[in-house]
């Protein structure tokens, strides 16, 4: 079994800037996929950013260019640097683990963007 927990969310200003992390325990295979997705209120969940245990990264059009995605394979911990944050960006940011068939999701933290 996997247990994701994130943290770092809260409040801030159009414009600034929040770090996402979230922290991997349990059976995490050597090859994997770590992201970041959110959900707004009404909408779908939807991708941020993913990043391959070889480093590959994967970025949504929205936040390219302002959020980017970490990990450090050997603490099992992916982290998410927003910078230039818009009111748009407010959501729950969820942190996933994609590893062979499965999907693992954290309890979600939330972000809110004030203008």
């Known amino acids: 079994q996997v247990r994701l927990v994130e943290s770092g969310g809260g409040l801030v200003q159009a414009g600034g800037s929040l770090r996402l992390s979230c922290a991997a325990s349990?059976?995490?295979?050597?090859?994997?996929?770590m992201g970041w997705y959110r959900q707004a209120p009404g909408k779908q969940r939807e991708l941020v950013a993913t990043i391959a245990s070889s480093d590959s990264t994967n970025y949504a059009g929205s936040v390219k260019g302002r959020f980017t995605i970490s990990r450090d394979n050997t603490k099992n911990t992916v982290s998410l640097q927003m910078n230039s944050l818009k009111p748009e960006d407010t959501a729950v940011y969820y942190c996933n683990l994609h590893q062979w068939t499965y999907d693992y999701w954290g309890q979600g933290t939330q972000v809110t963007v004030s203008s």
């Open positions: 349990g059976s995490i295979f050597r090859i994997n996929t």
